[in-house]
Protein backbone atom coordinates (compact mmCIF):
# COMPACT_ATOMS: atom_id res chain seq x y z
CA UNK A 1 0.00 0.00 0.00
CA UNK A 2 2.71 2.26 0.41
CA UNK A 3 3.30 2.47 -3.15
CA UNK A 4 0.76 4.48 -3.75
CA UNK A 5 2.37 7.62 -2.13
CA UNK A 6 5.80 8.12 -4.09
CA UNK A 7 8.14 10.88 -2.98
CA UNK A 8 8.08 13.43 -5.58
CA UNK A 9 11.72 13.27 -5.17
CA UNK A 10 12.63 10.28 -6.81
CA UNK A 11 13.47 10.75 -10.33
CA UNK A 12 16.23 13.88 -10.08
CA UNK A 13 19.23 13.88 -11.27
CA UNK A 14 22.29 15.16 -9.74
CA UNK A 15 22.94 17.81 -12.13
CA UNK A 16 18.62 19.27 -11.93
CA UNK A 17 18.72 18.56 -7.84
CA UNK A 18 21.58 20.84 -7.94
CA UNK A 19 19.57 24.07 -9.66
CA UNK A 20 16.56 23.30 -7.91
CA UNK A 21 17.11 25.83 -4.84
CA UNK A 22 18.68 28.47 -7.61
CA UNK A 23 14.92 28.40 -9.08
CA UNK A 24 13.56 28.31 -5.28
CA UNK A 25 15.63 31.28 -4.20
CA UNK A 26 14.87 33.84 -7.57
CA UNK A 27 11.33 32.81 -7.41
CA UNK A 28 10.92 33.35 -3.62
CA UNK A 29 12.61 36.81 -3.74
CA UNK A 30 9.65 38.16 -6.56
CA UNK A 31 7.93 40.40 -4.41
CA UNK A 32 4.78 39.93 -6.56
CA UNK A 33 3.94 35.79 -6.73
CA UNK A 34 0.54 36.17 -8.32
CA UNK A 35 0.60 35.68 -11.99
CA UNK A 36 3.04 33.57 -14.52
CA UNK A 37 6.87 33.55 -15.52
CA UNK A 38 8.38 32.87 -18.59
CA UNK A 39 11.32 30.26 -19.32
CA UNK A 40 13.30 32.96 -21.15
CA UNK A 41 12.88 35.42 -18.06
CA UNK A 42 14.02 32.69 -15.98
CA UNK A 43 16.73 31.67 -18.08
CA UNK A 44 18.12 34.79 -18.05
CA UNK A 45 18.16 35.38 -14.44
CA UNK A 46 19.64 32.52 -13.81
CA UNK A 47 21.87 32.37 -16.24
CA UNK A 48 20.98 28.95 -18.16
CA UNK A 49 19.89 27.83 -21.28
CA UNK A 50 16.03 28.19 -22.02
CA UNK A 51 15.72 24.33 -22.68
CA UNK A 52 17.85 23.43 -20.28
CA UNK A 53 14.57 25.48 -17.76
CA UNK A 54 11.64 24.27 -19.44
CA UNK A 55 13.26 20.29 -19.26
CA UNK A 56 13.44 21.05 -15.36
CA UNK A 57 10.36 22.74 -14.95
CA UNK A 58 8.65 20.08 -17.39
CA UNK A 59 10.20 17.27 -14.46
CA UNK A 60 9.84 19.49 -10.99
CA UNK A 61 6.25 21.10 -12.21
CA UNK A 62 5.07 19.98 -15.49
CA UNK A 63 4.82 21.86 -18.71
CA UNK A 64 4.46 25.78 -18.77
CA UNK A 65 1.34 27.53 -20.57
CA UNK A 66 2.54 28.44 -23.89
CA UNK A 67 2.42 32.39 -24.43
CA UNK A 68 2.04 32.64 -20.63
CA UNK A 69 4.54 30.50 -19.57
CA UNK A 70 4.32 29.25 -15.63
CA UNK A 71 2.32 29.89 -12.55
CA UNK A 72 4.57 30.94 -9.79
CA UNK A 73 2.51 29.87 -6.94
CA UNK A 74 2.19 26.21 -7.66
CA UNK A 75 5.82 26.02 -8.83
CA UNK A 76 7.35 27.56 -5.79
CA UNK A 77 5.27 24.73 -3.95
CA UNK A 78 6.27 22.26 -6.65
CA UNK A 79 10.27 23.28 -5.74
CA UNK A 80 9.36 23.08 -1.84
CA UNK A 81 7.82 19.80 -2.28
CA UNK A 82 11.16 18.38 -4.46
CA UNK A 83 13.48 20.08 -2.02
CA UNK A 84 11.38 18.20 0.77
CA UNK A 85 10.88 21.36 2.40
CA UNK A 86 7.81 19.29 3.35
CA UNK A 87 9.59 16.90 5.31
CA UNK A 88 12.77 17.22 6.77
CA UNK A 89 14.99 14.08 6.81
CA UNK A 90 17.12 13.64 9.81
CA UNK A 91 20.69 12.38 9.03
CA UNK A 92 23.64 11.82 11.54
CA UNK A 93 27.39 12.18 10.97
CA UNK A 94 29.95 9.25 12.43
CA UNK A 95 33.75 11.10 13.11
CA UNK A 96 33.45 14.30 14.44
CA UNK A 97 36.99 15.45 13.25
CA UNK A 98 37.65 18.30 10.99
CA UNK A 99 35.71 17.45 8.39
CA UNK A 100 32.36 15.68 10.21
CA UNK A 101 32.43 19.35 12.77
CA UNK A 102 32.65 21.34 9.44
CA UNK A 103 29.18 19.07 8.03
CA UNK A 104 27.59 19.77 11.66
CA UNK A 105 28.05 23.34 10.95
CA UNK A 106 27.24 23.97 7.66
CA UNK A 107 24.31 24.92 7.72
CA UNK A 108 23.43 24.45 3.62
CA UNK A 109 21.48 21.23 4.20
CA UNK A 110 18.48 22.41 5.19
CA UNK A 111 18.64 24.33 1.62
CA UNK A 112 17.59 20.18 0.70
CA UNK A 113 15.40 19.43 3.17
CA UNK A 114 18.02 17.47 5.54
CA UNK A 115 18.98 18.69 8.68
CA UNK A 116 21.83 17.03 10.62
CA UNK A 117 20.85 15.91 14.18
CA UNK A 118 23.68 14.17 15.80
CA UNK A 119 27.36 13.18 15.66
CA UNK A 120 29.11 10.21 17.04
CA UNK A 121 32.27 9.91 17.91
CA UNK A 122 35.00 7.49 19.95
CA UNK A 123 36.66 10.34 21.11
CA UNK A 124 35.64 10.86 24.93
CA UNK A 125 37.05 15.04 24.69
CA UNK A 126 34.38 15.18 22.22
CA UNK A 127 31.22 13.48 23.60
CA UNK A 128 28.80 15.17 25.05
CA UNK A 129 29.98 18.47 23.75
CA UNK A 130 27.27 20.27 21.04
CA UNK A 131 29.00 22.19 18.63
CA UNK A 132 26.59 24.41 16.90
CA UNK A 133 24.07 23.04 19.55
CA UNK A 134 24.13 19.57 18.08
CA UNK A 135 25.05 16.64 20.08
CA UNK A 136 27.91 14.51 20.12
CA UNK A 137 27.36 11.02 21.50
CA UNK A 138 29.46 7.47 21.79
CA UNK A 139 29.64 5.34 18.53
CA UNK A 140 28.38 2.76 20.96
CA UNK A 141 24.98 4.95 20.86
CA UNK A 142 24.84 4.93 16.95
CA UNK A 143 22.55 1.74 16.76
CA UNK A 144 20.03 3.02 20.06
CA UNK A 145 20.15 6.42 18.14
CA UNK A 146 19.22 5.66 14.93
CA UNK A 147 16.21 2.86 15.63
CA UNK A 148 14.92 5.05 17.99
CA UNK A 149 14.41 8.11 15.67
CA UNK A 150 14.07 5.97 12.61
CA UNK A 151 17.39 7.59 10.68
CA UNK A 152 17.87 6.25 7.45
CA UNK A 153 20.75 8.96 6.29
CA UNK A 154 23.94 8.62 7.39
CA UNK A 155 27.72 10.40 7.18
CA UNK A 156 30.94 8.50 7.16
CA UNK A 157 33.81 10.85 8.58
CA UNK A 158 36.14 8.48 10.04
CA UNK A 159 39.38 7.19 9.73
CA UNK A 160 39.69 4.57 6.40
CA UNK A 161 40.45 2.02 9.03
CA UNK A 162 37.13 1.91 10.92
CA UNK A 163 35.19 2.64 8.14
CA UNK A 164 33.80 -0.60 7.16
CA UNK A 165 32.95 -1.58 10.84
CA UNK A 166 30.87 1.60 10.80
CA UNK A 167 29.15 1.26 8.23
CA UNK A 168 28.38 -2.42 8.99
CA UNK A 169 26.62 -0.66 12.43
CA UNK A 170 24.85 1.53 10.28
CA UNK A 171 23.55 -0.31 7.97
CA UNK A 172 22.55 -2.98 11.10
CA UNK A 173 20.76 0.50 12.29
CA UNK A 174 18.35 0.84 9.87
CA UNK A 175 20.25 3.47 7.68
CA UNK A 176 19.25 3.68 4.48
CA UNK A 177 21.67 5.82 2.69
CA UNK A 178 25.31 6.20 3.11
CA UNK A 179 27.52 9.60 2.07
CA UNK A 180 30.76 8.05 2.65
CA UNK A 181 34.32 10.02 3.17
CA UNK A 182 36.59 7.28 3.57
CA UNK A 183 38.38 6.74 1.35
CA UNK A 184 37.69 3.04 1.17
CA UNK A 185 34.90 1.22 -1.27
CA UNK A 186 32.11 0.14 1.47
CA UNK A 187 30.82 -3.23 1.56
CA UNK A 188 26.80 -2.95 1.49
CA UNK A 189 23.70 -5.19 1.47
CA UNK A 190 22.24 -4.12 -2.29
CA UNK A 191 19.13 -2.17 -0.87
CA UNK A 192 21.67 0.53 0.61
CA UNK A 193 23.05 3.14 -1.41
CA UNK A 194 26.45 4.50 -1.01
CA UNK A 195 28.11 7.73 -2.21
CA UNK A 196 31.57 7.97 -1.69
CA UNK A 197 33.18 11.67 -1.57
CA UNK A 198 36.08 12.22 -3.69
CA UNK A 199 36.88 15.40 -2.22
CA UNK A 200 39.67 16.48 -4.62
CA UNK A 201 38.42 15.75 -7.42
CA UNK A 202 36.57 19.08 -8.09
CA UNK A 203 39.58 21.05 -7.18
CA UNK A 204 41.76 18.22 -9.82
CA UNK A 205 38.83 18.97 -11.81
CA UNK A 206 39.89 22.63 -11.77
CA UNK A 207 43.33 22.56 -12.61
CA UNK A 208 42.57 20.12 -15.48
CA UNK A 209 41.30 22.91 -17.03
CA UNK A 210 43.64 25.32 -16.54
CA UNK A 211 47.13 25.07 -19.21
CA UNK A 212 50.38 25.79 -18.39
CA UNK B 1 54.61 28.82 -28.95
CA UNK B 2 53.31 27.45 -26.30
CA UNK B 3 50.48 26.12 -27.89
CA UNK B 4 52.95 23.40 -29.15
CA UNK B 5 53.15 22.18 -25.66
CA UNK B 6 49.41 20.90 -24.50
CA UNK B 7 49.32 19.71 -21.73
CA UNK B 8 48.08 16.28 -21.25
CA UNK B 9 45.48 16.63 -18.81
CA UNK B 10 43.02 19.00 -20.31
CA UNK B 11 40.27 16.76 -21.93
CA UNK B 12 39.28 14.52 -19.20
CA UNK B 13 35.69 14.82 -18.16
CA UNK B 14 35.30 14.93 -14.37
CA UNK B 15 33.58 11.57 -14.24
CA UNK B 16 36.55 10.58 -16.11
CA UNK B 17 39.29 11.46 -13.91
CA UNK B 18 37.24 10.22 -10.96
CA UNK B 19 38.28 7.24 -12.37
CA UNK B 20 41.68 7.20 -13.08
CA UNK B 21 42.97 7.16 -9.62
CA UNK B 22 41.01 3.72 -9.48
CA UNK B 23 42.95 2.55 -12.51
CA UNK B 24 45.96 3.55 -10.96
CA UNK B 25 45.74 2.01 -8.08
CA UNK B 26 45.06 -1.30 -9.56
CA UNK B 27 47.47 -1.33 -12.08
CA UNK B 28 50.24 -0.16 -9.32
CA UNK B 29 49.14 -3.40 -7.39
CA UNK B 30 49.97 -5.81 -9.51
CA UNK B 31 53.77 -7.55 -9.14
CA UNK B 32 54.70 -8.09 -12.69
CA UNK B 33 53.95 -4.98 -14.45
CA UNK B 34 55.39 -6.44 -17.64
CA UNK B 35 53.24 -7.62 -20.84
CA UNK B 36 49.87 -6.63 -20.66
CA UNK B 37 46.27 -6.50 -19.10
CA UNK B 38 42.88 -6.81 -20.99
CA UNK B 39 39.83 -4.44 -20.73
CA UNK B 40 37.85 -7.14 -20.14
CA UNK B 41 39.76 -8.09 -16.56
CA UNK B 42 40.42 -4.17 -15.49
CA UNK B 43 36.82 -3.82 -15.92
CA UNK B 44 36.17 -6.93 -13.67
CA UNK B 45 38.68 -5.88 -11.21
CA UNK B 46 36.95 -2.12 -11.13
CA UNK B 47 33.23 -3.12 -11.36
CA UNK B 48 33.41 -0.82 -14.30
CA UNK B 49 31.62 -1.57 -18.11
CA UNK B 50 33.98 -3.21 -20.16
CA UNK B 51 32.71 -0.19 -23.04
CA UNK B 52 33.57 2.06 -20.17
CA UNK B 53 37.00 1.21 -19.80
CA UNK B 54 38.12 0.97 -23.69
CA UNK B 55 36.73 4.41 -23.79
CA UNK B 56 38.17 5.51 -20.89
CA UNK B 57 41.75 4.15 -21.52
CA UNK B 58 41.18 5.63 -25.17
CA UNK B 59 41.47 8.74 -24.09
CA UNK B 60 43.96 8.26 -21.56
CA UNK B 61 46.35 6.97 -23.42
CA UNK B 62 45.10 5.42 -26.70
CA UNK B 63 43.51 2.01 -28.45
CA UNK B 64 44.71 -1.28 -26.97
CA UNK B 65 45.48 -3.84 -28.90
CA UNK B 66 43.26 -6.44 -30.07
CA UNK B 67 43.30 -9.32 -28.31
CA UNK B 68 45.80 -9.04 -26.06
CA UNK B 69 45.39 -5.51 -24.48
CA UNK B 70 46.61 -2.70 -23.08
CA UNK B 71 50.79 -2.82 -22.35
CA UNK B 72 50.62 -2.04 -18.66
CA UNK B 73 54.20 -0.05 -18.40
CA UNK B 74 53.49 2.42 -20.47
CA UNK B 75 49.56 2.53 -19.65
CA UNK B 76 50.34 3.35 -16.12
CA UNK B 77 52.81 6.31 -17.02
CA UNK B 78 49.77 7.79 -19.49
CA UNK B 79 47.78 8.03 -16.21
CA UNK B 80 50.40 9.42 -14.19
CA UNK B 81 50.94 11.86 -16.63
CA UNK B 82 47.05 12.22 -16.90
CA UNK B 83 46.96 12.88 -12.68
CA UNK B 84 49.74 14.85 -13.41
CA UNK B 85 52.23 13.00 -10.87
CA UNK B 86 55.44 14.39 -13.43
CA UNK B 87 54.46 18.14 -12.81
CA UNK B 88 52.33 19.39 -9.09
CA UNK B 89 50.13 21.55 -9.00
CA UNK B 90 50.40 24.00 -5.98
CA UNK B 91 47.26 25.46 -4.47
CA UNK B 92 46.59 27.73 -1.38
CA UNK B 93 43.20 27.93 0.75
CA UNK B 94 41.81 31.27 2.01
CA UNK B 95 39.93 30.97 4.97
CA UNK B 96 41.14 28.28 7.93
CA UNK B 97 37.77 27.51 9.26
CA UNK B 98 36.81 24.26 9.84
CA UNK B 99 36.61 23.41 6.00
CA UNK B 100 39.51 25.31 5.21
CA UNK B 101 41.47 23.14 8.01
CA UNK B 102 40.01 20.28 6.95
CA UNK B 103 41.24 20.59 3.19
CA UNK B 104 44.31 21.34 4.53
CA UNK B 105 44.86 18.46 6.11
CA UNK B 106 43.14 16.13 3.80
CA UNK B 107 45.77 14.28 1.72
CA UNK B 108 44.03 13.06 -1.49
CA UNK B 109 45.08 15.96 -3.71
CA UNK B 110 48.01 14.13 -4.33
CA UNK B 111 46.23 11.51 -6.06
CA UNK B 112 45.12 14.28 -8.76
CA UNK B 113 49.05 15.64 -8.58
CA UNK B 114 47.59 18.76 -6.33
CA UNK B 115 49.54 20.12 -3.42
CA UNK B 116 47.91 22.87 -1.29
CA UNK B 117 50.88 24.24 0.21
CA UNK B 118 49.25 27.20 2.57
CA UNK B 119 46.55 28.91 3.35
CA UNK B 120 45.54 32.53 4.15
CA UNK B 121 43.09 34.04 7.45
CA UNK B 122 42.26 37.21 8.66
CA UNK B 123 42.18 35.92 12.46
CA UNK B 124 45.53 36.44 14.02
CA UNK B 125 45.40 33.65 16.50
CA UNK B 126 45.59 31.17 13.38
CA UNK B 127 47.99 33.25 12.05
CA UNK B 128 51.80 31.80 12.03
CA UNK B 129 50.66 28.28 12.63
CA UNK B 130 51.37 25.13 10.90
CA UNK B 131 48.58 22.33 10.87
CA UNK B 132 49.75 19.43 9.35
CA UNK B 133 52.87 21.17 8.67
CA UNK B 134 51.43 24.20 6.43
CA UNK B 135 51.67 27.75 7.24
CA UNK B 136 48.69 30.52 7.75
CA UNK B 137 49.41 33.72 6.51
CA UNK B 138 47.62 36.90 7.15
CA UNK B 139 45.35 37.33 4.47
CA UNK B 140 47.15 40.59 3.53
CA UNK B 141 50.14 38.28 2.24
CA UNK B 142 47.64 36.60 -0.39
CA UNK B 143 49.33 38.75 -3.72
CA UNK B 144 52.82 38.48 -2.49
CA UNK B 145 52.94 34.92 -2.11
CA UNK B 146 51.17 33.58 -5.26
CA UNK B 147 52.62 36.04 -6.83
CA UNK B 148 56.15 34.82 -5.81
CA UNK B 149 55.11 31.06 -6.24
CA UNK B 150 53.52 31.33 -9.54
CA UNK B 151 50.09 29.83 -7.58
CA UNK B 152 47.12 29.33 -10.15
CA UNK B 153 44.68 27.50 -8.01
CA UNK B 154 42.92 28.67 -4.72
CA UNK B 155 40.06 27.36 -2.85
CA UNK B 156 37.70 30.34 -0.93
CA UNK B 157 36.54 28.71 2.00
CA UNK B 158 35.60 32.07 3.93
CA UNK B 159 32.05 33.45 4.93
CA UNK B 160 30.14 34.53 2.31
CA UNK B 161 30.38 37.93 3.02
CA UNK B 162 33.74 38.01 2.90
CA UNK B 163 34.06 35.63 -0.82
CA UNK B 164 33.75 38.15 -3.22
CA UNK B 165 36.75 40.49 -1.75
CA UNK B 166 38.91 37.38 -1.60
CA UNK B 167 38.15 35.90 -5.26
CA UNK B 168 39.09 39.54 -6.48
CA UNK B 169 42.51 39.50 -4.44
CA UNK B 170 42.76 36.03 -5.90
CA UNK B 171 42.36 37.21 -9.29
CA UNK B 172 44.69 39.92 -9.35
CA UNK B 173 47.29 38.02 -7.91
CA UNK B 174 47.40 35.62 -10.89
CA UNK B 175 44.94 32.98 -9.66
CA UNK B 176 43.35 31.05 -12.81
CA UNK B 177 40.99 28.57 -11.18
CA UNK B 178 39.14 28.80 -7.85
CA UNK B 179 36.90 26.11 -5.83
CA UNK B 180 34.35 28.33 -4.27
CA UNK B 181 32.86 26.97 -1.20
CA UNK B 182 31.16 30.30 -0.03
CA UNK B 183 27.50 30.38 -1.08
CA UNK B 184 27.20 32.73 -3.25
CA UNK B 185 28.17 32.97 -7.59
CA UNK B 186 31.55 35.20 -7.90
CA UNK B 187 32.00 37.74 -10.15
CA UNK B 188 35.17 36.93 -12.39
CA UNK B 189 37.05 38.02 -15.46
CA UNK B 190 35.81 35.16 -18.50
CA UNK B 191 39.50 33.82 -18.02
CA UNK B 192 38.83 32.81 -14.88
CA UNK B 193 37.94 29.16 -13.67
CA UNK B 194 35.29 28.61 -11.10
CA UNK B 195 34.09 25.54 -9.28
CA UNK B 196 31.04 26.54 -6.75
CA UNK B 197 31.04 23.27 -4.67
CA UNK B 198 27.49 22.60 -3.11
CA UNK B 199 28.48 20.52 -0.54
CA UNK B 200 25.16 19.47 0.68
CA UNK B 201 24.07 17.90 -2.89
CA UNK B 202 25.50 14.88 -2.11
CA UNK B 203 23.21 14.03 0.32
CA UNK B 204 19.93 15.41 -1.16
CA UNK B 205 20.87 13.14 -4.04
CA UNK B 206 21.27 10.26 -1.47
CA UNK B 207 18.02 11.19 -0.14
CA UNK B 208 16.28 11.62 -3.30
CA UNK B 209 17.23 7.83 -4.12
CA UNK B 210 15.45 6.50 -0.81
CA UNK B 211 12.10 6.56 -0.59
CA UNK B 212 9.69 6.66 2.78
Given amino acids: MEDIKPTEKKNFSRALLSRIPHYRKYLSSLSDKEGYISATVLANKLSLGEVQVRKDLAVISGEGRPRIGYEIKPLLLSIENALGKDRISEAVIVGAGKIGCALLEFDGFLDYGINIVAAFDTDSHKIGTFPSGKPIFGTDKI ?52 YREDLALSLAHLNSLIND
Same sequence: chains 1, 2.
Fill in 143 to 194: KEYCTEHNTRLAVIAVPTRSAQEVCDILVSSGIKAIWNFARIDLKVPKDIKV
